[in-house]
């Protein structure tokens, strides 16, 4: 088992800026890739971005691209998300995930841990 828990949301004016964390427990930090996914009132949970088991290696949805950047610190056992020039649209429950896999995937399903998430709001 891996056990996340997300901190740092909260209320940011547009163009403001928030870095999530997300600190691990468990198995193997290092052994998992990491990843951000959001899910806004009303919608679907969807991928923010995804950073590899060793950290050298990022993708990031369209939509965030330029904006957020996703990091990682395998001593600390922790995942962070700073989010940069933020956009009414960012408003959500932002979730730290966990996945064995090697490979990407967007889909919530394939991913194998969760926190609990973290709402971040952005106001006009």
């Known amino acids: 088992q891996v056990h996340l828990v997300e901190s740092g949301g909260g209320l940011v004016q547009a163009g403001g800026s928030l870095r999530l964390s997300c600190a691990a427990s468990?198995?193997?930090?290092?052994?998992?890739?990491m990843g951000w996914f959001r899910q806004a009132p009303g919608k679907e949970r969807e991928f923010v971005t995804r950073?590899?088991?060793?950290?050298?290696?990022?993708y990031y949805a369209d939509s965030v691209k330029g904006r957020f950047t996703i990091s990682r610190d395998n001593a600390k056992n922790t995942a962070y998300l700073q989010m940069n020039s933020l956009k009414l649209e960012d408003t959500a429950v932002y979730y730290c995930?966990?996945?064995?896999?090697?490979?990407?995937?967007?889909?919530?399903?394939?991913?194998?841990?969760w926190g609990q998430g973290t709402q971040v709001t952005v106001s006009s």
């Open positions: 468990g198995r193997t930090f290092s052994n998992y890739a």
């Open positions: 950073i590899s088991r060793s950290g050298g290696t990022t």
């Open positions: 995930a966990a996945d064995s896999s090697v490979t990407l995937s967007k889909v919530p399903g394939r991913w194998d841990y």
